[in-house]
């Protein structure tokens, strides 16, 4: 049964940072294309960050240069840092992995960013 399971989500004041981590279980994660989304109230969902299984990665205009993108494939995790963060960066995060026609979703962490 594969598995995704999100961490590192909380409250944080505007300027500050969070690690996001996503721990993979029951797939073979390494071939896995991972990505972030996230979604805020009354939005719809999007792509924040992408990291290939070659290691290439790819950021949403709007948090290039604040956050960073990475994974550990002997840890099977990906993971997201996220500085100097801003009231509108406030979302439910979720980790996706996808292979081919093969995707999963995780089950979201929230992330709230206000003074």
């Known amino acids: 049964q594969v598995q995704l399971v999100e961490s590192g989500g909380g409250l944080v004041q505007p300027g500050g940072s969070l690690r996001l981590s996503c721990t993979a279980s029951g797939m073979r994660f390494s071939i896995f294309t991972m990505s972030w989304y996230r979604q805020a109230p009354g939005k719809q969902r999007e792509l924040v960050a992408v990291?290939?299984?070659?290691?290439?990665?790819n950021y949403a205009d709007s948090v290039k240069g604040r956050f960073t993108i990475s994974r550990d494939n002997a840890k099977k995790t990906v993971n997201l840092q996220m500085n100097s963060l801003k009231p509108e960066d406030t979302a439910v995060y979720y980790c996706?992995?996808?292979?081919?026609?093969?995707?999963?979703w995780g089950q979201g962490t929230q992330v709230t960013v206000s003074s």
């Open positions: 990291i290939t299984s070659d290691g290439n990665t």
């Open positions: 996706f992995a996808e292979f081919l026609r093969v995707n999963y």
